[in-house]
C-alpha cells in the first residue's frame, strides 16, 4: 500500500508546486483534481482536461518522474443525473474528457460521482443511470482505464440533506459493481449514516481501487437535536449538517487500524489517498500543510512498505 493525497486542498498551487511539496514530505502518489475552472469549494484544476493533449500527457509524466510519484487517479466528482439536462451532459462530456486524459498518461483510473436527480425516486435515478454508467465503463475500457465511484453521500445537493449521490451504502455499491464500476472507498461517510465502516468494507475489498483517507468528527449532543437528518431550519450553508463536520485522519472517529487493516487482509494493494476537507485546518496553504502532516502522522506507522 502506498500513502498519497488529494490535491484538491491546495486549489491555489499548480501542479509542480504540489508535486514538489509531495516528494519532500515523503508522499508516493497523488489522486489530481481536474474540475473545469468553475470556482466551487472543495474543487480545483490542476490538470487541464478540456485542452489536454499529448503534449501535456508528456509534460506531466515528466513531472510525476522527476519527483518519483504516481499519479493514482484523476479526480472528477459531479453529478451525472443532475436535474437540468443541459448540465447533465455538460458534465457527462467532461467524464470522457477525463478518461481520454487518464488513457494519455496511463492512469488507472478515474475517480466520479453517480450523482442524482432529486425530483425523482432513487430507482428512477438508477434506471436512468445504468445505461448510461454501462457507456462510461465500455469506453473506460476500451482504453485500459477504470472508473471508481465515491461513497460520498453528498447530501448537500438535496434541499432537505438527503443522498444527492447514490453510492453511499454497500446495497448501492452491489448495483454498481454489476455495471462494471468500481469503489473509491471513504470511510468518513459511512459513519454519520449509520453504517460501520470496517465491517461495510471487508466484503468488497476486491472492488476497491484506490482509497481516501478522511476522518469524520461526530457531536452527539447535537445529533440529538438536530437528527440524523440534519439542520433544517438555520442552516449556514447546504452543507451544514448541525452535528458532524470532517476531520484529518487522526482528529475524528474513524478506526484507522481496522480500516487498513481490513484494506491488507483483503489484499487491497492501491493508493490510500488523504483527502483533506478539515475545517480546522483549513482556509491557507500552511493550515492545509499542518493538516497533512496531522494525517500522514497518523498513517505512516499502519502502512508497510
Not at 511539496?21 to 482536461?49: C, K, M
Not at 484523476?74 to 481520454?100: G, T
Not at 474513524?254 to 487493516?261: L, S
Request: charged share 25%; aromatic share 12%.
Amino acid at each position: 500500500m502506498k500513502l498519497g493525497f488529494f490535491t484538491a486542498c491546495f486549489p491555489q498551487w499548480d501542479l509542480a508546486q504540489i508535486a514538489a511539496y509531495a516528494q519532500v514530505n515523503g508522499y508516493q502518489a497523488l489522486e489530481v483534481s481536474a474540475w473545469p475552472e468553475d470556482g466551487r469549494a472543495f474543487t480545483a484544476t490542476h490538470l487541464p482536461i478540456s485542452t489536454f493533449t499529448e503534449a501535456d500527457a508528456e509534460a506531466t509524466k515528466q513531472l510525476f518522474a522527476k519527483h518519483s510519484l504516481e499519479m493514482s487517479s484523476i479526480a472528477f466528482y459531479d453529478n451525472h443525473l443532475h436535474v437540468d439536462e443541459a448540465k447533465r451532459a455538460e458534465v457527462r462530456a467532461h467524464l470522457f474528457k477525463c478518461i481520454d486524459a487518464a488513457q494519455l498518461l496511463g492512469c488507472p483510473t478515474v475517480g466520479t460521482f453517480i450523482g442524482r436527480d432529486i425530483s425523482k425516486s432513487v430507482a428512477d435515478n438508477l434506471a436512468i443511470a445504468e445505461p448510461f454508467f454501462r457507456e462510461v465503463t465500455e469506453y473506460a475500457g476500451e482504453r485500459d482505464v477504470k472508473v471508481i465511484i465515491e461513497n460520498c453521500v453528498m447530501e448537500g445537493w438535496h434541499p432537505d440533506l438527503y443522498p444527492g449521490n447514490l453510492a453511499y451504502s454497500p446495497e448501492l455499491w452491489e448495483w454498481m459493481f454489476d455495471l462494471g464500476l468500481y469503489l473509491n472507498y471513504d470511510p468518513s461517510h459511512l459513519l454519520w449514516i449509520g453504517i460501520d465502516p470496517v465491517a461495510a468494507l471487508k466484503p468488497y475489498v476486491d472492488k476497491v481501487l484506490h482509497a481516501q483517507a478522511k476522518d469524520l468528527e461526530i457531536f452527539a449532543d447535537k445529533r440529538n437535536q438536530y437528527s440524523a437528518f440534519g439542520r433544517q431550519i438555520a442552516r449556514s450553508d447546504q452543507w451544514d449538517t448541525g452535528w458532524w463536520r470532517y476531520r484529518v485522519p487522526g482528529r475524528g472517529d474513524v478506526d484507522w487500524n481496522g480500516v487498513v487493516d481490513a484494506l491488507y487482509e483483503g489484499g487491497f494493494d492501491g493508493v490510500l489517498s488523504i483527502e483533506h476537507e478539515d475545517p480546522v485546518w483549513g482556509g491557507t496553504p500552511e493550515k492545509v500543510q499542518t493538516g497533512l502532516e496531522i494525517a500522514r502522522r497518523t498513517l505512516r506507522p499502519l502502512i508497510v512498505e
